[in-house]
């Protein structure tokens, strides 16, 4: 079955990084686009950033300046750097998978979700 396992939540203070990554088993990884979203307490999960097969990638907005996704075909693994850490990117990381280009930037156009990693940033 399709697994999609994340890893690199933590905790740090404002302005420092830290690199999420999401290793993939039970698909054929190359062909599918691979989105980071992200959920708050109390808030609904929001789109971070997609990269596609083809290696495009797309930001909400108000993150692209801080955040840089990218993958590794060879390994299975779709990774985010996230840099100049802010209270308010504390949340719940999640990966997830789809082959559909046409949804990407919503929860629903997603086929496969990872379990999500922790993000805790102190001000």
């Known amino acids: 079955q399709v697994q999609l396992v994340e890893s690199g939540g933590g905790s740090v203070q404002t302005g420092y990084s830290l690199k999420l990554s999401c290793t993939a088993s039970g698909l054929t990884f190359k062909n599918y686009h691979m989105g980071w979203f992200r959920q708050a307490p109390g808030k609904e999960r929001e789109f971070v950033a997609v990269?596609?097969?083809?290696?495009?990638?797309l930001y909400a907005n108000s993150l692209k300046d801080r955040f840089i996704i990218s993958r590794d075909n060879a390994k299975n693994t779709v990774y985010l750097q996230m840099d100049s850490l802010k209270p308010e990117d504390t949340a719940v990381y999640y990966c997830?998978?789809?082959?559909?280009?046409?949804?990407?930037?919503?929860?629903?156009?997603?086929?496969?979700w990872g379990q999500g990693t922790q993000v805790t940033v102190s001000s």
């Open positions: 997830a998978a789809t082959r559909s280009i046409s949804t990407v930037m919503t929860t629903e156009g997603y086929d496969y």
């Open positions: 990269i596609t097969y083809s290696n495009n990638t």
